[in-house]
C-alpha cells in the first residue's frame, strides 16, 4: 500500500502568515490522484483538494495544492483564525485508500 | 447535494458483529454517485479507509481488515450498510459514511470523497 508521511506534526505560527504543509509518498501516485481534508473537532473532514491542485467547491482561494509523483504541499496563503486545526492529505491512486498521519496547524 | 447519516448500535461486544446503516437524502444512491464508502477514525487518531461499494453492487476493501468487512448498497431503501465481523476493542472508532466522485486525468479514472456524514460513535466493549 502507499504510505503518506506528512511534516511536520503539528505547525506553530500567527493568523496572517502563510503555511506550507508537506505530504510525500513511498510510491508514485499517478495522474496526481491526491487530495487534501481538514477536519475540524467534533466533525468529519472537508474535502479542500483534489487531483493535487484542484480546489473543491466552496473553499476560499487561500488554500492552494501543489506537487505531482510522490511530493505534494498544501498552502495557506494568510492564516485565518479557522484554519488553526488539523489536515490530512489522501491518495485515492491505489487501493486501500491512505491517508497522511496529520498536521495540526496551531496558533503560535 | 446529499446528505449522509449513519445509524446503528453505539455498543458493540467483543467477538460480536457491528453493523451501520448509511441513509442518503437529497439524491439517489442509484444515479448521484458510483462510489459509496466507510472510513473510521479512533479517538485522537487518524482515518483508516474500510472499503467501498459501486453502484453496480461490486466492492473493494481494505486488506488490513483481514476479510471481516462486508459492504453492500440497498437501492430500494437508498441506503448501503457495512458489517464488520469479529470485533475487538481496536474497532471503537467514529465510522463515517462516505460518497464521492470520479476524477479523470491521463485516461485514468478515480474517486475522491467529497462528501461525508456526521460520523457515529461505536465502542466495543463487554
Known amino acids: 500500500e502507499i504510505v503518506l508521511t506528512q511534516s511536520p506534526g503539528t505547525l506553530s505560527l500567527s493568523p496572517g502568515e502563510r503555511a506550507t504543509l508537506s505530504c510525500r509518498a513511498s510510491?508514485?501516485?499517478?495522474?496526481?490522484?491526491l487530495a487534501w481534508l481538514q477536519q475540524k473537532p467534533g466533525q468529519a473532514p472537508r474535502l479542500l483538494i483534489y487531483g493535487a491542485s484542484n480546489r473543491a467547491a466552496g473553499i476560499p482561494d487561500r488554500f492552494s495544492g501543489s506537487g505531482s509523483g510522490t511530493d505534494f504541499t498544501l498552502t495557506i496563503s494568510r492564516l485565518e483564525p479557522e484554519d488553526f486545526v488539523v489536515y490530512f492529505c489522501q491518495q485515492y491512486d491505489r487501493s486501500p485508500v491512505t491517508f497522511g498521519g496529520g498536521t495540526k496547524v496551531e496558533i503560535k | 447535494q446529499v446528505h449522509l447519516q449513519a445509524s446503528g448500535p453505539g455498543l458493540v461486544k467483543p467477538s460480536q458483529t457491528l453493523s451501520l446503516t448509511c441513509t442518503v437524502s437529497?439524491?439517489?444512491?442509484?444515479?448521484?454517485?458510483?462510489?459509496w464508502g466507510w472510513i473510521r477514525q479512533p479517538a485522537g487518531q487518524g482515518l483508516e479507509w474500510i472499503g467501498r461499494?459501486?453502484?453496480?453492487?461490486?466492492?473493494d476493501y481494505n486488506p488490513s481488515l483481514k476479510g471481516r468487512v462486508t459492504i453492500s448498497i440497498d437501492t430500494s431503501n437508498n441506503q448501503f450498510s457495512l458489517n464488520l465481523k469479529s470485533v475487538t476493542a481496536s474497532d471503537t472508532a467514529v465510522y463515517y459514511c462516505t460518497t464521492g466522485s470520479p476524477d479523470y486525468r491521463d485516461d485514468e479514472e478515480a474517486y475522491y470523497v467529497n462528501v461525508w456524514g456526521t460520523g457515529t460513535t461505536v465502542t466495543v466493549s463487554s
Open positions: 461499494v459501486y453502484g453496480s453492487g461490486g466492492t
Open positions: 510510491q508514485t501516485i499517478s495522474s496526481d490522484f
Open positions: 437529497g439524491g439517489s444512491i442509484n444515479t448521484y454517485s458510483n462510489y
